[in-house]
């Protein structure tokens, strides 16, 4: 698996992941045109799942849903974001992939997980043979909090700084950076959404080798919508998987 490299300054193009030669996967830059037509749900930072079936499917029709998933070739899928994880699946064995919007919610739902749980209730998906990128979102440096969403996290199970995690692979998920400088992503508690989505897969099964991460962070880069730098009437990124024809 490989993503191609970007610049900081180009605006115009695609992220694309190498995640396999039956799949076509990408994040557009804010200025590019989706080059096919891609199913997106109405999103709501939850944690339920979508079986997409058709590509007439709208926004309407998936109200509610988080994660779409499909095996069908030809249809696209994709998880809209502006700072929220996105996840993109491939089951490159059963052919099936998944587009996942992991805001912090869905992140603490552990929606990643349950999306492969969905893979394997409906295709027969083994944890074991997924292929996930973690595509651009708020980097760790940028995703300040408060300490109720730090707790939520903690109760979920995710290591905090200075204490072990569960599993070997565990790295720390919460830092407390100190006191908290107004008007700056300096001190307070602070988030690895990137780290977090990781690790739920690495405990769904997911072979670490088998996860890519852009770890792109869209609050700093120009390139990427940031509901958090632009406020969140601005624009979506449609990270897009599709299996081809």
């Known amino acids: 698996m490989n993503i191609s490299s970007i610049k900081s300054n180009d605006l115009s193009g695609f992220l694309r992941y190498g995640i396999s030669p039956d799949v076509t996967a990408f994040s557009p830059l804010r200025d590019a045109v989706l080059p ?18 058709s590509a007439d499917l709208t926004r309407e029709d998936l109200e509610g849903f988080d994660a779409l998933i499909t095996d069908v070739p030809g249809v696209a899928i994709g998880a809209r974001t502006a700072d929220c994880i996105p996840v993109l699946m491939c089951d490159p064995i059963r ?10 919610k869905g992140t603490v739902l552990k929606i990643a997980a349950k999306t492969l749980s969905a893979m ?26 408060g300490p109720e969403v730090a707790r939520a996290f903690l109760d979920a199970g ?27 992503m300096q001190g307070g508690f602070h988030i690895d959404l990137w780290e977090a989505v990781r690790l739920t897969l690495v405990r769904a099964g997911v072979p ?18 940031s509901a958090r730098r632009e406020g969140p009437s601005c624009g979506r990124t449609v990270n897009t998987i599709m299996l081809n024809p």
């Open 120 to 145: 394997s209730s409906e295709f027969g998906t083994r944890p074991a043979d997924i292929l996930a990128v973690i595509g651009p979102g708020i980097g760790p440096d940028s995703f300040q909090v």
């Open 158 to 184: 995710f290591p905090e700084a200075g204490l072990s995690g569960i599993y070997s692979s565990d790295r720390p998920i919460i830092s407390d950076r100190g006191p908290k400088i107004p008007g700056t």
């Open 95 to 104: 052919r099936a992939v998944a587009a996942v919007h992991s805001g912090w």
């Open 208 to 225: 670490d080798s088998h996860i890519l991460t852009a770890s792109i962070d869209t609050y700093t880069h120009p390139g990427f919508f």
């Open 36 to 53: 096919m037509h891609v199913v997106q749900a109405h999103q709501v930072h939850g944690d339920r799942v979508a079986v997409v079936e």
